[in-house]
């Protein structure tokens, strides 16, 4: 079975500061890694996504995340935050014996960007 | 706008009433997917449609619910007797083709609310 884990559940940060949010995935076999974004009251919007090709993956609005198979980690990096920024993310997962055909979550974490 | 469009946005009902979903996905898109999401979790999985075929239902799917997509291009999700525990954020994606090469794009969702 697949899982996802968000270290942390909120995430504070200031204005032009680096931001990390963390993930670890569990998978019997070699998954696609995404990254959404969840502003309040809109739709799941795709960061960026991992499929066994490069392992630093390069997202929209300045995202990248890491894809390390020792470390079972994909964690979502950005060098300076912008407050347009703050918003829930969500690490997740999907492996072959699903067919890829469906993803399963992280609980997310809630990114708050200070001025 | 081209994107996947869910209606309605929002539903409150008495427990016991019977509720239905409408999910217009990407027109060329034939994948269609239902998760569900809670307060503090991430979205959860219920079913998938390729074209006019459910192809799987997740056991958070219960008999209570059920969900069509008769011509392979709209699909409906219905609630019969309502719990409480329904009350969630519905939400509704679509993807173009096999495999994980092809994200999903997630709709706005549809919030019920089950009083």
């Known amino acids: 079975a697949q899982s996802v884990t968000q270290l942390d559940s909120h995430v504070s940060v200031s204005e032009g500061t680096p931001v990390l949010l963390r993930c670890n995935y569990s998978?019997?076999?070699?998954?696609?890694l995404f990254w959404y974004v969840q502003h309040p009251n809109k739709g799941l919007q795709l960061l960026l996504k991992y499929t066994s090709a490069a392992t630093l993956v390069k997202g929209i609005n300045g995202f990248e995340a890491e894809f390390k198979k020792s470390e079972t980690s994909f964690h979502l990096t950005k060098p300076s935050a912008h407050m347009s920024d703050a918003a829930e993310y969500f690490c997740?997962?999907?492996?072959?014996?699903?067919?890829?055909?469906?993803?399963?979550f992280g609980k997310g974490t809630m990114l708050l960007v200070s001025p | 706008d081209t994107g996947v469009s869910q209606d309605p946005r929002h539903k409150i009902t008495k427990r016991g009433q019977n509720v239905t979903f409408r999910c217009d996905p990407i027109s060329e898109h034939n994948r269609l997917y239902w998760y569900r999401q809670t307060l503090g979790q991430g979205p959860e999985f219920l079913t998938y449609f390729q074209n006019e075929a459910q192809l799987e239902k997740s056991r958070l799917l219960s008999d209570r619910f059920s969900a069509e997509r008769p011509k392979g291009s709209f699909s409906t999700l219905e609630i019969q007797r309502t719990e409480q525990g329904d009350s969630a954020m519905y939400l509704c994606?679509?993807?173009?083709?096999?495999?994980?090469?092809?994200?999903?794009?997630f709709g706005n969702g549809t919030r019920l609310t089950v009083t």
């Open positions: 998978s019997s076999y070699s998954p696609s």
């Open positions: 994606a679509s993807s173009h083709g096999q495999g994980n090469a092809s994200p999903l794009h």
């Open positions: 997740v997962v999907s492996d072959p014996i699903s067919g890829y055909s469906t993803l399963t």
